[in-house]
């Protein structure tokens, strides 16, 4: 099997559907559209998050719309519920991503406890994740890196796992990467970290550890360039999968000699 059929076959599985890219991008704070356009582009990914209630994507017809950029007809637009604070808010803003998008199923749910850490909600999370999932969306959801919270949103049927690596625009990495192996390991829908990536080696060491994917927006539209971050962000997943799936060699306290020793010359 040559390298382009092992890629084909590694596609990441969402909602039935595959995707060749393991790299989610966020649609905000990008200096204008033409940016956002050009680093989307650069990252090669396939699903792009957006902020209902802070992007146009048809609300205002006289605003300029994110979606002549990224085009439905060119990604998969993953609705999101960022700066919903409870299920009630969070409910109304995919029902209304529902609608704007002519009946779009699949939706990102973040509910989050306060404006400071915009860590995640979990109640209120569960809570809309059970009423969303039952009105017939497929439902990928932020949550904390809490195993047993994130087995109770698979067991209400999500259809993606994201927990958070560190705080939401903090680029401070993966803080608790035994956590995240534990979710790895016990979940059966894909697993994605949301949130905290900083870098290339951040994005790397998550699809290291076994994720499915990455999403991320701070790290690329936050950086000085852009376009160049969002490459690199496409290098750091690709080579952290094939690191994953190739299967690093055990860390040891002792040396182990490059060469063999047994037949040596003198």
């Known amino acids: 099997m040559n390298m382009n059929d092992m890629k084909a076959d590694d ?3 969402i909602a039935g559907k595959t995707y060749r890219s393991r790299l989610l991008v966020g649609s905000g704070k990008y200096k204008d559209l033409d940016e956002t356009r050009r680093a989307t582009e650069a990252s090669e990914a396939e699903i792009i998050t957006v902020a209902i209630r802070r992007v146009n994507i048809g609300q205002d017809p006289n605003a300029p719309n994110l979606l002549d950029v990224v085009p439905p007809s060119k990604y998969t637009i993953l609705p999101n519920t960022a700066g919903c604070y409870n299920a009630k808010d969070a409910i109304y803003t995919l029902q209304l991503a529902r609608e704007l998008l002519n009946g779009h199923k699949l939706v990102k749910l973040e509910v989050l406890g306060d404006e400071k850490t915009l860590f995640p909600n979990m ?15 497929d439902v990928m959801v932020y949550c904390s890196d809490d195993p047993i919270q994130a087995k109770m949103l698979e067991d209400i049927g999500c259809c993606a796992i994201m927990p ?16 995240l ?12 970290v949301d949130a905290g990536v900083g870098t290339a080696s951040d994005a790397a060491i998550a699809m290291e550890l076994g994720c499915d994917g ?3 927006n701070t790290a690329i539209a936050g950086a000085k360039d852009p376009v160049r971050m969002a490459r690199a962000m496409k290098l750091a997943i690709e080579a952290g999968r094939e690191a994953f799936l190739a299967g690093r060699i055990p860390r040891k306290f002792v040396a182990s000699p490059s060469s063999p020793m047994a037949g040596r010359v003198a």
């Open 123 to 137: 109640p209120e999370t569960l809570k809309a994740a059970e009423v969303l999932v039952k009105d017939g969306f």
């Open 164 to 179: 958070l690596a560190s705080l939401i625009g903090s680029g401070m990495g993966i803080l608790n990467p035994w956590n």
């Open 11 to 13: 596609g990441l599985i």
């Open 214 to 216: 990455v999403l991320m």
């Open 181 to 192: 192996s534990l979710i790895i390991e016990q979940s059966k829908v894909p697993v994605l």
